[in-house]
């Protein structure tokens, strides 16, 4: 398939499930060229599987893709790695003059939630975007469809997912997620108080993720307005993640909303149930094709270094 | 195998937080708590039913803060220890350091019976801030008893003191619990107790805990009154004298705590806790105890019977924590009714 000069060559730093799911979803794209996968366990999946799809590979870690950024004019950078390493990651790969996507919950830079905020961060010459939570993607532009309508006190997103499709990573950071997406909620979503929860079941067949979003606002909520706005916004979410479903409501009690989501992956690299991974690399690489359009046209211009 | 001692923990002020929609008052907790404490019961459980951080609408709000029930209650006690529940994915390790400073002095961190792997960095953090750690393994029916020790071994190695086999649903028989505390007695270091918490669902409270207690649990929970969740858990004060009748210690007076229970525990019900036809089929379904005030409020609204949103609950394998099912469940059966009666149907929505 032939691309155009003008697409945008990018990293993925981080070879296990969302790196390569990442992959498979940024061949597709028009705008950005997936160049170089990096991994630290040469015997992975993603590593194999990134050869075997043209891209240039180490395992070697972060450090080894270091040498070949200017010459590989790689721009963009996704990291699918940890919260932890995120931070000498981002360090590293902004002061070769790459913009980062960041898809753990180290969140040092600013929130994305491309159905809500994508725009905003155009022309702000941001280096680090923040992609939340797969939990997060998923509700805050629920939240957001109905602050824009009428002010939310409070909003609390229960995301289950099944235990199969939450990796060591994911187990580990758990404290993080709800932080992390809790903070989302108000800052993106626009809620003045945020609480997330996130819930594993371990239940065969692996269950579809579910997503509930709980808002209570200050006044009676404006039922069509509110039904208006939130169905908009699945439709705006389902442009890129075709699997996001309204299950049920909104449902009104008094001054509470509740809206009831399901969210069903692709299927092909990861498995249906896996809509919570799916979501983050397709909000990832919807992020990082409008940057994408932003530095073919000129006007990004990240500080490159002297070559 | 009969040992001589048993530590029993009672859940009336934390279990009890279910069944009073998590209202109990303070002075019903500074009540109840000195006359536990009085009747010689070690240990007591302060929280939100759901475990720190639970308060929400999920799974409802509050009277109090844990931090304001807490404060209120420890420094009443001469004996007593208080301990605080952690459910990792509601609750943080900021909430953990949070009871820590109000003095809670055991901390119990609390999973679905194959998800230990989450709950890492709180119990460590409990034990590096000298706290007595438990692990709780939750809805323990839906693991067999060796996925169940495994589970116990990881929260032993994280630093766990105890691990608990926890029937949350009130599913099991005592078959079921002598298998898993076998298990688990069988992979676990002799340093590392063994707990067991019952419900009263199927009426196997005090018989299960016994069995738990001869397969070598010495830690065993249950409420005055049975005020818990579901048709409650295992009545400490008829659990009590069962102990004393068989020759195991528990240092807790019978009459006192039978006075606890009658006179400052069930003046104190909104309803009584009894073994009802939605508390039968939840645990024969075995369904999450705390969802059984939840079905029938939906059940209520969406004009569903709420038999039949506990058996699709039970179906789906819902696990502790997925309240917001309960609500999806009534609307989707409620749509299926309309579409079948073809009858206009009035969704309070």
Redesign the interface.
């Known amino acids: 398939m032939s691309k155009s000069a003008s697409q945008v060559q990018c990293a993925i730093v981080g070879s296990g499930n969302i790196g390569t799911d990442l992959m498979y979803k940024a061949l597709r794209s028009a705008l950005i060229r997936p160049a170089w996968m990096v991994g630290i366990d040469a015997e992975s999946d993603g590593l194999a599987r990134a050869r075997a799809s043209g891209l240039r590979t180490t395992s070697e870690g972060i450090d080894a893709l270091m040498p070949f950024v200017a010459r590989d004019s790689i721009r963009i950078a996704f990291d699918a790695t940890s919260a932890s390493v995120h931070r000498d990651n981002a360090q590293k790969l902004n002061a070769a003059g790459v913009l980062v996507i960041d898809l753990t919950p180290a969140a040092i830079g600013p929130y994305c939630v491309p159905p809500v905020n994508l725009g905003e961060h155009a022309g702000r010459g941001e280096m680090n975007v923040n992609m939340v939570s797969c939990g997060g993607q998923a509700t805050i532009p629920i939240v957001a469809a109905i602050s824009q309508v009428q002010a939310v006190a409070?909003a609390?997103i229960?995301a289950?997912v099944a235990?199969k499709s939450a990796g060591?990573g994911t187990?580990?950071n758990?404290?993080e997620f709800?932080?992390t997406t809790a903070r989302g909620i108000e800052k993106v979503g626009n809620a003045r108080s945020g609480?997330a929860?996130?819930?594993?079941?371990?239940?065969e067949p692996p269950?579809v993720m579910?997503d509930?979003v709980?808002c209570?606002l200050d006044s009676d909520p404006d039922r069509d307005s509110i039904r208006r706005s939130v169905e908009a916004m699945v439709a705006r979410v389902q442009h890129y993640v075709p699997g996001f479903v309204l299950?049920?409501?909104p449902?009104?009690d008094g001054k509470?909303v509740?809206v009831?989501l399901e969210v069903a992956g692709l299927g092909e690299y990861l498995p249906r149930y896996s809509g919570n991974l799916d979501i983050m690399t397709a909000s990832a690489v919807c992020a990082a094709e409008m940057f994408a359009e932003e530095i073919a046209s000129g006007r990004f211009a990240p500080p490159r270094p002297a070559a | 195998m009969n040992p001589s001692t048993v530590t029993l923990h009672d859940m009336c002020l934390r279990d009890g937080m279910h069944p009073k929609r998590h209202q109990i008052s303070i002075a019903q907790m500074i009540g109840v708590a000195r006359g536990l404490d009085e009747a010689g019961v070690p240990l007591i459980e302060v929280t939100h039913g759901d475990g720190l951080g639970g308060a929400s609408v999920n799974y409802g709000f509050p009277a109090h803060s844990d931090e304001q029930y807490l404060r209120a209650v420890i420094p009443q006690l001469k004996r007593a220890r208080v301990s605080a529940l952690l459910l990792p994915g509601i609750g943080t390790v900021d909430h953990l350091r949070m009871a820590h400073d109000c003095g809670v002095r055991t901390l119990r961190i609390a999973t679905h019976c194959t998800e230990a792997d989450v709950a890492e960095q709180h119990i460590a953090l409990a034990r590096k801030l000298g706290l007595d750690t438990v692990g709780f393994l939750m809805m323990a029916h839906m693991s067999d008893p060796a996925a169940l020790a495994v589970q116990g071994r990881l929260m032993e190695s994280y630093g766990a003191h105890c691990v608990y086999c926890t029937d949350s649903a009130g599913y099991m028989l005592p078959g079921d619990v002598t298998a898993r505390v076998d298990a688990l007695r069988a992979v676990l270091g002799p340093q590392t107790e063994i707990g067991f918490h019952g419900h009263h669902n199927l009426s196997m409270g005090v018989a299960n805990s016994i069995a738990a207690i001869e397969a070598g649990a010495t830690r065993i929970d249950g409420s005055a009154a049975g005020l818990g969740a579901g048709a409650g858990n295992t009545p400490l004060e008829v659990l009590n004298a069962v102990c004393h009748r068989m020759g195991i210690a528990t240092g807790v007076d019978v009459v006192k705590l039978a006075d606890v229970a009658e006179e400052l525990v069930v003046p104190m019900m909104d309803q009584p806790i009894r073994l009802d036809r939605d508390s039968l089929i939840l645990g024969y379904a075995g369904v999450y105890s705390s969802f059984l005030l939840f079905a029938k409020r939906a059940a209520a609204r969406y004009g569903v019977p709420s038999v039949d949103i506990l058996v699709e609950l039970g179906r789906m394998k819902t696990v502790g924590g997925q309240e917001d099912m309960i609500e999806d469940v009534a609307i989707n059966l409620a749509a299926r009714k309309q579409s079948r009666t073809g009858a206009d149907c009035d969704h309070a929505a």
């Open positions: 409070y609390e229960v289950t235990s060591p187990r580990k758990i404290d709800t932080r609480k929860i996130i819930i594993l079941n371990p239940a269950l579910r509930t709980h209570l299950k049920n409501g449902v009104f509470r509740s009831f």
